[in-house]
């Protein structure tokens, strides 16, 4: 998979604090490159981050880890 391999989805998850950067980190760890970025919150409660990024590992190992996040609620590709 090269670099430019450029990939989209939304997370939906509880909006507490730390949940946005948690996301974020886990998004660095695994080599991925922010491209593109909105995010929004529902009722202060629920937080919906759509992505586009690029990566040089396997999409799915990202979402993987993502979705273990106590947090997060969805995934959407």
Same mark, same amino acid.
């Given at each position: 998979m090269s670099n430019n391999d450029q990939h989209q989805f939304t997370i939906t998850a509880y909006d507490k604090l730390g949940t946005l950067e948690?996301? %974020?980190?886990?998004? /660095?760890? /695994?080599?991925g490159h922010i491209k593109q970025m909105q995010m929004q919150?529902?009722?202060?409660?629920? %937080?919906? #981050?759509s992505l586009a990024l690029t990566t040089k590992r396997p999409i799915s190992a #990202? %979402?993987?880890q993502i979705d273990k996040l106590v947090d997060v609620i969805s995934i959407e590709i």
């Open positions: 948690r996301i %974020l980190r886990v998004i /660095r760890h /695994r080599g919150t529902k009722d202060d409660q629920i %937080l919906s #981050l #990202l %979402l993987n």
